[in-house]
């Protein structure tokens, strides 16, 4: 099969791609919310973030893909103890999903033919320490949605049901996409993805035609395509392990943590979850640029993927989050241009 | 465009189809059940990789496959079984109109993994109903059949030369795909490389290594012209956007084949009345993926019912306590029949699988009169009161769908949908003006209700209206007529079991709207006298 799209061969869509990145430094943001037009390369953003991201090291045969040996659950029987390198999980999760396919269920087969009780793993089990991709999120049922938010919010799935009693750890970067057109998603879940992104077709001809080239190169001339885009993903590759070993390391000045607040409450945002994701990803991007310390231009350039769906919403009112971040922007610092950090 | 033309093009697509099936994705064959679309059907099967076909309420484990329960019981050892979605299968997927989100989510992963090519059988009866957009999206050929004529077909040729040239698509014509897609409004970036696709494969079939400006016109022509969501401006204006930053580098970048000839070349595959149906086209797509209601009867959550004997087929749970006391008693039979030394003895007719019973999601349909009467009365008022309804279904969580009556027709302007910013947007669009056909407006009401319950949805429906009927159901103006036919919506409305609410928007309450209100079994309210609690108070008794 094809290798993926490369993820630095796409045009345009930065906030998308920023968002990205940061949650691949940063796993505790927690997850991306991709909502736009169709064919704005959403799924194809997702596919080759997978292929990006640096590989980890698990146990082998682990179903919950887990670090050490001793993490394993006991329930898995993993004999093994090697550790083995492999692509970090990005797993899907289709909306006509059972529940017991996303929590793993009594093992139908083996309790069947042999007589045993077993566990089945499911999605949540195979996404953890990866990432979990839900396309039309907002399409997605709503007991499901209750489930992820458990889940999501406790870092461990517990499965209580046919007589088993089983929990292993779930801890995943959640990533959805979706169109807005197509229904509303619940504040409570909207709250769980760190960062929001809103895309759009592109307008410009020129961007247009630049997709065409690309995607056209990709399909009929693979092998030059990717030798051109292969090493640029990988430099992307090698900044982001250099961002992580960084990010502990970055420092996070006084001023930054007031700017932090002032912004959230200049935009009455709820709760303070909007905050520490502000910094958390203003702290990710610096790691990514190389600087050891938050700036303004950090916060302003991350400031609309973690708050715009966190201000309170009047389900009636028509002008956009985007805008109201962007203004608020605007006062709290001044504009942009006299904010040359 | 004629039937013969149409057949012409059904030909090509199908060749096109038949050499090039993954990069193109698929085709999208909207036609009612007939001769020209059983030929088609039939040409189809003689596809290099002949179709699985598939139906929208497909299992889960048949699509990805899975353990094959049956023969794992008889065998005693697990039987896997392979699913259909096999990389470079063509999937074929009938009444594709009913394909759920579920299912198109599915068939879209497996379309964008690349390796296999979907073939759409839309049966859709009107307009009203459309496969998901997330499966057209990633479909490269559309083909309607609907204007061709017994007489208009002809054979069907599926035969592929033994060898096919490797195609170049000079950059200049791939770009005039980029701009002309852009020009007709086709906001998706999918398209342009399907009408790639298309023209590199048009070339290849006709023995030619180098693509045409006639393969151009004819990607353009299967691949844009269902998707376009703008009119091309007209020929004599500079259609193609301009590109001055290239010409200024000395040599000019401007695409070779002027856009204008793929314009005319989609404009004249465009249907005639593409204006008119645009805007309904959007709100349409908009509203057929995410208007599946849950069913009454699910397996999944509320009241639990009884358990049932069924199949497990990856969407129902099995209840594992009721299947082993169905296989209890037959448990020595079976040994002794059997004898091997298994402990326990399940076939696939012992299978209870789980059921629940649960309230279905309720959908409040606006029926909201725009004509002149109204305007110049209270719309802006009427308007104040939907808000006020709409803010308290969403409190509720219950979908919305409105409609708009004035002139001599009515429009479902919205149809069932959760988001409340769309349902504000239209109705801040809503334009005022012209005659009262308030019977078509319950016409209309009285479909969608139909149309919602049908997808499992409880409909009610809230009419605000000044009550001055002018239009009857035939369009004509006639005031007697009219009143007559409102009132015979109404009784239907009645014996339709459709809850209702009858507000009244006019300067003084109407006494024809109050006896109309009582024929539709409906509470009746003066807008004159409700405030805003009154009318969420209304609300709640109709809605319960």
């Known amino acids: 099969m094809k290798q993926p799209f490369p993820f630095s061969a796409i045009v345009g869509q930065d906030e998308m791609k920023q968002a990205m990145l940061l949650t691949a430094i940063e796993p505790a943001l927690s997850g991306v919310l991709v909502f736009g037009d169709r064919g704005t390369g959403k799924s194809t953003a997702v596919r080759a973030l997978a292929a990006l991201l640096p590989p980890i090291r698990q146990v082998e045969g682990c179903p919950v893909n887990s670090a050490r040996a001793a993490e394993c659950p006991d329930w898995a029987e993993v004999g093994s103890t090697r550790l083995v390198k492999r692509p970090t999980p990005v797993v899907d999760l289709p909306l006509g999903v059972t529940e017991d396919r996303v929590t793993g269920a009594l093992d139908i087969e083996r309790a069947l033919t042999r007589g045993e009780k077993a566990f089945q793993p499911g999605l949540l089990a195979r996404a953890n320490r990866g990432y979990l991709y839900i396309d039309e999120v907002n399409l997605l049922e709503d007991h499901i949605v209750d489930l992820l938010l458990d889940v999501a919010q406790s870092g461990e799935n517990v499965v209580e049901r046919e007589g088993l009693s089983i929990r292993h750890p779930a801890r995943f970067v959640l990533v959805g996409s979706g169109n807005p057109e197509e229904g ?67 420092a996070t000045p006084e001023q930054g943590l007031r700017d932090c607040a002032e912004l959230c409450v200049a935009l009455g945002a709820d709760g303070l979850r909007g905050e520490l994701t502000l910094l958390r990803a203003a702290r990710a991007l610096a790691a990514f640029d190389g600087q050891d310390e938050v700036g303004r231009s950090h916060l302003r350039a991350v400031a609309p993927s973690a708050l715009r769906h966190r201000l309170r919403r009047d389900p009636l009112d028509e002008a956009g989050s985007t805008a109201r971040v962007a203004r608020t922007l605007g006062d709290v610092f001044g504009p942009y241009q006299t904010a040359a950090e | 465009m004629s039937g013969t033309e149409t057949w012409n093009r059904a030909a090509l697509a199908l060749r096109l189809l038949a050499a090039d099936p993954s990069g193109l994705g698929g085709l999208w064959l909207r036609a009612r059940p007939g001769p020209a679309r059983d030929a088609v059907v039939a040409a189809l099967d003689r596809l290099p990789v002949p179709p699985r076909r598939i139906h929208p309420a497909i299992a889960s484990d048949a699509l990805s496959g899975g353990m094959d329960l049956a023969a794992t019981l008889s065998a005693g050892t697990p039987v896997l079984r392979d699913g259909l979605l096999a990389p470079g299968a063509t999937i074929l997927l009938t009444s594709a109109e009913r394909c759920g989100s579920g299912l198109a989510a599915t068939l879209g992963q497996w379309l964008d993994r690349g390796a296999g090519s979907l073939i759409l059988l839309d049966e859709a009866a009107d307009g009203d109903e459309c496969p998901p957009p997330a499966l057209t999206d990633r479909i490269g050929l559309f083909l309607s059949l609907d204007d061709v004529a017994l007489r208009d077909t002809g054979p069907l040729d599926m035969h592929l030369p033994a060898s096919l040239p490797t195609v170049t698509l000079a950059s200049e014509q791939r770009d005039a795909l980029a701009v002309t897609a852009a020009s007709l409004g086709i906001a998706s970036l999918r398209p342009p490389g399907f009408a790639a696709a298309a023209a590199r494969t048009a070339a290849t079939l006709d023995g030619r290594s180098q693509v045409q400006d006639a393969d151009l016109r004819l990607a353009c022509e299967l691949t844009f012209a269902h998707r376009a969501q703008a009119t091309p401006a007209p020929e004599d204006d500079t259609s193609a956007p301009p590109e001055e930053s290239h010409e200024q580098d000395g040599e000019t970048q401007r695409p070779e084949i002027p856009d204008d000839m793929l314009l005319d070349a989609v404009r004249a595959a465009l249907p005639p009345d593409l204006l008119s149906r645009l805007a309904e086209a959007r709100t349409r797509r908009a509203g057929t993926a995410g208007g599946s209601g849950a069913a009454h009867r699910g397996n999944r959550r509320g009241r639990p019912l009884p358990p049932r004997p069924g199949t497990l087929d990856g969407r129902a749970r099995i209840d594992l306590v009721a299947t082993l006391r169905a296989a209890a008693p037959w448990q020595p039979m ?21 059921q629940y019973e649960e309230t279905s999601d309720r959908v409040l349909i606006f029926c909201v009169d725009a004509s002149g009467s109204a305007a110049m009365a209270r719309l802006a008022e009427a308007k104040g ?69 049908g997808r499992g949805l409880t409909p009610s429906l809230a009419l605000l209206t000044d009550g001055r009927a002018n239009i009857a159901l035939d369009g004509s103006a006639n005031r007697g007529t009219a009143e007559a036919d409102a009132g015979r919506m109404a009784r239907l409305l009645r014996t339709e079991g459709i809850a209702g609410l009858v507000i009244d928007t006019g300067r003084r309450p109407a006494r024809s709207l109050e006896e109309l209100a009582r024929a539709f079994d409906a509470p009746y309210l003066a807008l004159p006298r409700a405030d805003a609690r009154g009318l969420s108070g209304a609300v709640s008794a109709v809605l319960g």
Not at chain 2, 420 to 428: D, G, I, S, T
């Open chain 1, 184 to 250: 509303e998603l619940r504040p409570q879940l909207l709250d769980r993805f760190g960062l929001s992104v809103e895309v759009t077709s592109p307008t410009d001809v020129d961007q247009r035609i630049e997709v065409l080239r690309r995607r056209d190169a990709y399909e009929h001339d693979n092998d030059a395509f990717m030798k051109t885009w292969r090493p640029r993903d990988g430099k992307l590759r090698k900044r982001i392990e250099a961002a992580r070993t960084a990010l502990p390391s970055v």
């Open chain 2, 385 to 453: 009161a939907v808000e006020i309804l709409l803010s308290e279904a969403y409190a509720r969580r219950d979908h919305v769908a409105l409609i708009g009556f004035r002139g001599n027709r009515a429009d479902v302007l919205l149809p069932p949908t959760r988001s409340l910013v769309q349902a504000k947007r239209h109705l801040a669009g809503l334009p005022g003006g012209g005659g009262t056909p308030l019977a078509a407006g319950l016409q209309a009401g009285c479909e969608l209700a139909r149309t919602s319950r």
């Open chain 2, 334 to 354: 079976r040994r002794a029949a059997d004898r091997t030394d298994r402990r326990l003895h399940i076939r696939s007719a012992d299978i209870r699988v789980k």
